[in-house]
């Protein structure tokens, strides 16, 4: 039924918009790299966030949204991050989703180099692979293990996919009444996403209140389920620290309202 391929979509809203290929990436140990106690600002290798996802007043899974490790991609370190998503045992009879991203972002937090996302929702598979070459300029999707698309791009122009453009705001200075730029790409096109600054609110979340800063994203040449006819929004609050801890993210939608809202921080 239509419905549960809407409901299954914003179960992974949480990604902000929409494997296996040997890549040249060295995995880099904590110990090597990070002193004891020390922060990597704004991340934290091994930092980890837990999420409630709520359906209007129906709890319908769970997400979690984590910096796994520091990669080597050829002379550029890069922070792997990864996402994971998956609806609860009652929700599962609906529509259940089982779905992961994985990015790889220069430490400098402004290019990909590397993201997959594998999706598992009701019947339907899928596993989609961004491949970056800024020298080549190109990015590449693969799906499935084929290439479906190829794209041009310029070499000196940064460029991200969706999940770590999450990580570019965050590593920024944010102030109310800023509006940030950045470049994205699903492997298909790319696209001019635009972010609001909006105002400073305490956010209730499961472990407490904290002082955040509204946002929110929007972006150019949308389709589908976000065309402006349907007058969607989304929101996102993010700590308003160093940290930029992302506490809640809301959609208004014309299907009602999806909640995400942080449960458990892990790591710090």
Same mark, same amino acid.
């Given at each position: 039924?239509? #419905?549960?391929?809407?409901?299954?979509?914003?179960?992974?809203?949480?990604?902000?918009?929409?494997?296996?290929?040997?890549?040249?990436?060295?995995?880099?140990?904590?110990?090597?790299?990070? !002193?004891? @106690?020390?922060?990597?600002?704004?991340?934290?290798?091994?930092?980890?966030?837990?999420?409630? &996802?709520?359906? @209007?007043?129906?709890?319908?899974?769970?997400?979690?949204?984590?910096?796994?490790?520091?990669?080597?991609? @050829?002379?550029?370190?890069?922070? !792997?991050?990864?996402?994971?998503?998956?609806?609860?045992?009652?929700?599962? !009879?609906?529509?259940?989703?089982?779905?992961?991203?994985? =990015?790889?972002?220069? *430490?400098?937090?402004?290019? +990909?180099?590397? #993201?997959?996302?594998?999706?598992?929702?009701?019947?339907?598979?899928?596993?989609?692979?961004?491949?970056?070459? #800024?020298?080549?300029?190109?990015? +590449?999707?693969?799906?499935?293990?084929?290439?479906?698309? *190829?794209?041009? &791009?310029?070499?000196?122009?940064?460029?991200?996919?969706?999940? +770590?453009?999450?990580?570019?705001?965050?590593?920024?200075?944010?102030?109310? @009444?800023?509006?940030?730029?950045?470049?994205? *790409?699903?492997?298909?096109?790319?696209?001019?996403?635009?972010?609001?600054? &909006?105002?400073?609110?305490?956010?209730?979340?499961?472990?407490?209140?904290?002082?955040?800063?509204?946002?929110?994203?929007?972006?150019?040449?949308?389709?589908?389920?976000?065309?402006?006819?349907?007058?969607?929004?989304?929101?996102?609050?993010?700590?308003?620290?160093?940290?930029?801890?992302?506490?809640?993210?809301? +959609?208004?939608?014309?299907?009602? =309202?999806?909640?995400?809202?942080?449960?458990?921080?892990?790591? #710090?």
């Amino acid at each position: 039924m239509q #419905y549960k391929k809407v409901a299954g979509f914003f179960i992974i809203l949480f990604f902000l918009i929409p494997t296996h290929v040997q890549i040249q990436a060295e995995y880099i140990s904590v110990e090597e790299n990070v !002193k004891p @106690g020390q922060e990597i600002f704004p991340l934290r290798i091994g930092e980890e966030f837990i999420y409630t &996802i709520n359906w @209007g007043i129906i709890r319908a899974g769970s997400a979690t949204l984590k910096v796994d490790s520091l990669v080597k991609c @050829g002379d550029t370190e890069c922070y !792997k991050v990864e996402t994971r998503t998956r609806t609860n045992s009652f929700f599962d !009879k609906i529509y259940k989703v089982r779905d992961t991203i994985e =990015s790889l972002v220069e *430490t400098s937090l402004k290019r +990909s180099r590397y #993201y997959n996302k594998k999706q598992q929702e009701g019947k339907f598979r899928r596993n989609d692979e961004l491949i970056f070459d #800024y020298h080549k300029e190109e990015v +590449s999707l693969k799906r499935n293990g084929r290439i479906k698309n *190829t794209i041009k &791009i310029q070499r000196d122009k940064d460029l991200l996919d969706p999940l +770590s453009v999450l990580y570019y705001v965050r590593g920024m200075n944010l102030q109310v @009444g800023d509006v940030i730029e950045a470049h994205l *790409t699903d492997g298909k096109a790319t696209y001019l996403l635009q972010i609001n600054v &909006i105002k400073r609110e305490r956010v209730k979340t499961w472990i407490g209140y904290f002082d955040c800063l509204k946002i929110e994203p929007k972006m150019q040449n949308i389709e589908g389920i976000f065309h402006k006819k349907h007058k969607a929004k989304i929101y996102i609050w993010l700590t308003n620290d160093k940290r930029k801890i992302p506490v809640k993210i809301q +959609s208004e939608v014309f299907v009602g =309202s999806f909640k995400i809202l942080l449960k458990e921080i892990r790591g #710090y």
